[in-house]
């Protein structure tokens, strides 16, 4: 990209995953002035310290000091030490004290998410008193003026909310302690942002008092944050589902070799797992010698398993993440898992069945046996897939009650239990049903 | 549970899931007064639909007539023709006309979601004007007073919006027309709920007005509809991957048969699909029957296939989904997953080439040929894994362009493709490096 040439917001947001962080800065440099605010505004943490960290030392004060103290504070974060230091230094006074208190926090939890810029109001004040207040607040860096806490003189406790709607509809001469709602639903510091972004969503709140142990307020966490924070656990859950460590960064912000390496883990794993099927065969390997024929359904067989206890702990993960079963329910589920796996083998094992029957038909293909052979195929698919089906819907329980984040329970990671135990199903069937026969 | 038995709303919301419609209706009617009403409205629209069903028709329009308008259109959306044709009945005459409009919106689109009171003011007010008339608006049911839209007389079209803290930070006797900001950012009616979401996120808004083709503002959508849109969103992806339809209702709220037919299709299809490597592995049951060996690693060689696949088809889907990647990065995503394919698949040759040495060289498993068989499990694995994730990267790719949800490229999809491929590679590679030997 030539440096005269100029882009228009929108154009630069298009092009803007795929270019090279000098490129970006070129982009960013050509946007007018006005146009740029808005832009930086708009970028991600990690993308606001990637940009700052570009540019020449002397504009990063203007642009530093653009950003609300929460922001600011999850730009450091994105930082290396030496640049967080430096960064922290471009940043007036009042704001670097707010910025290294929110600092102390992890980035995941409501006090690393919330704002410390909220209106305060005394309890004593009037309904007049505290909209003229709040229109003087207007103008003042504070994150929202249409929710005001009421905290009282002495304790610094927070006492009630008064939305500015309730403000507005009150006569003017009653007292804030009169018309504040006192039971107010507050997180304390440490909760983590999942748990915070789910009471948001279940009371459709529009911002959530954060306080400490001793109930002094300490800042607000807004709805507009949690929509990225459930944007942002979805992704995890989805990439751990996926059977792999969830990525820090963007797809294609990921460094080739970083990306591997979340790969490379459960993978190796899941590998090492799947050796037991290696071990599992040995030891039918008379069995298959005997008679091949049984060989030829192995893959059919195990990966119906997998299929099916991937969709079944699919299910449960999603359903726990989002709060709608909890770990006592795992009786309920367990019965309901098991009618519905013996139900879906009982499908597939006809399927399996009418394939069985309908080759021989017309190719010959399985021998004199291949009714037996039919027989061993859908009976063990009945076995495989509602065995799959419970131990995909009971590993994320196991794995939660071993104090564990359920969504590990990928759908790889339970195809890799299943296909081991599948294999032994299929095999035991097949003793019973070929004996005397094919083997 | 007894009918004089009285709950607190938070152990009816614990126990909500596991409850009967009937046990429910009990729950709700055993709350205080007070209490009652933050329940109902914290519930679901179905949840919603369903205990008004419950309750004595003279209670009903009590219930419906708590609602705001685009809410009781949700709840008409979760009934039975009939019983919409009477909650309709039961709301005021306004409100009746407002949630008729909303019915005819898809539920998923901008118009299905959007609230039809918003606060509509004049270009020619003034700004003192403006707050004066918002403060009697906070007492009346719009969604929201903290942004109002400026609409012209003549053509009723969206001339630009103002939030309060604006006004509030504006001198008294300006006109709107100079203090309203006029790029604002709408969305048509019949936009997806998924795509208003993201513009949402992206510009953090707190509401977004939606016009129609002829630029008349219809309503606003809320960020606090948008967090529960992203989770719904985000469920319907998960369960895709998961490879099965998306349910319609939380799990517990599943009944069996609905929930089996959801998963009984996909995991039909991925059987018949699978059914493909009977034949593959038939065609090379020669080789399998001299060399029983090649059977035993056919389950360790297709797995990675299939988990290689699904990390690749998950990245790339959740990218995709949170506009990371679009169609055009197709080129780049493939040299990418290429290198990233070959890496992984080199760990894994490399860990199954040490298996099968310290096998042999521990239980003298593999016969005299070992060190051929092992070469052919690694290089197997090398080939099946780069053709895996190569293969899990570009079907969210394929299946977009075909104008489908690319979430359908579910981690089982892309294993089952892979197994056949799988079998394929294994097979060839078997035939080259043990010719003369083992076959």
């Given at each position: 990209m030539a440096p005269d040439e100029t882009l228009t917001v929108d154009e630069l947001r298009e092009i803007w995953a795929a270019l090279t962080p000098d490129e970006r800065?070129?982009?960013?440099?050509?946007?007018?002035?006005?146009?740029?605010?808005?832009?930086?505004?708009g970028l991600s943490a990690e993308d606001q310290a990637q940009i700052l960290h570009e540019m020449p030392a002397t504009e990063r004060r203007l642009w530093i000091r653009l950003l609300a103290p929460d922001d600011a504070a999850d730009v450091l974060q994105e930082s290396s030490p030496v640049g967080r230091k430096e960064l922290l230094?471009?940043?007036?006074?009042?704001t670097r004290t707010e910025v290294a208190a929110l600092l102390a926090y992890a980035e995941d939890a409501a006090g690393g998410l919330m704002s410390p810029r909220f209106v305060r109001l005394r309890p004593e004040m009037t309904v007049d008193e505290a909209i003229r207040y709040l229109r003087r607040q207007a103008q003042e860096h504070v994150e929202t003026i249409y929710y005001a806490y009421v905290i009282d003189t002495v304790e610094q406790h927070l006492r009630g909310v008064v939305s500015f709607r309730d403000l507005f509809a009150s006569p003017s001469d009653r007292r804030l302690s009169e018309v504040m709602r006192e039971d107010v639903i507050t997180v304390p510091e440490d909760m983590d942002q999942e748990a915070v972004a789910k009471l948001i969503a279940r009371h459709d709140l529009n911002a959530i008092p954060v306080v400490d142990a001793e109930g002094r307020m300490k800042g607000i966490v807004t709805v507009d944050?949690?929509?990225?924070?459930?944007?942002?656990e979805a992704t995890e859950d989805i990439q751990k589902l996926g059977g792999m460590e969830a990525l820090d960064t963007p797809y294609l912000q990921t460094g080739l070799l970083a990306m591997v390496k979340k790969r490379a883990g459960w993978l190796s794993a899941l590998f090492i797992g799947e050796m037991l099927t290696a071990s599992a065969m040995s030891s039918y390997e008379e069995e298959i010698a005997r008679a091949v024929v049984l060989a030829l359904f192995v893959p059919l067989i195990i990966s119906s398993g997998g299929n099916s206890g991937s969709q079944a702990t699919t299910l449960i993960i999603r359903a726990m993440a989002l709060g709608e079963i909890a770990l006592r329910d795992w009786w309920r589920i367990v019965r309901r898992e098991l009618a519905a796996g013996f139900m879906l083998g009982?499908?597939?094992?006809?399927?399996?069945?009418?394939?069985i029957v309908a080759w021989q038909a017309l190719f010959h293909t399985?021998?004199?046996h291949y009714v037996r052979v039919a027989a061993t195929v859908a009976l063990s698919l009945v076995g495989v897939v509602t065995w799959g089906t419970i131990s995909g819907s009971m590993l994320p329980f196991v794995i939660r009650r071993l104090g564990f984040d359920p969504a590990s329970a990928s759908a790889p990671f339970v195809a890799t239990l299943v296909d081991v135990s599948g294999l032994v199903i299929y095999f035991n069937v097949a003793q019973v049903i070929l004996r005397g026969t094919l083997l």
């Open positions: 800065l070129v982009g960013f440099e050509s946007l007018h002035r006005g146009d740029a605010d808005d832009f930086f505004l230094g471009l940043l007036d006074e009042h944050d949690i929509v990225d924070v459930v944007q942002q009982s499908i597939l094992g006809t399927l399996g069945l009418v394939r399985y021998g004199p």
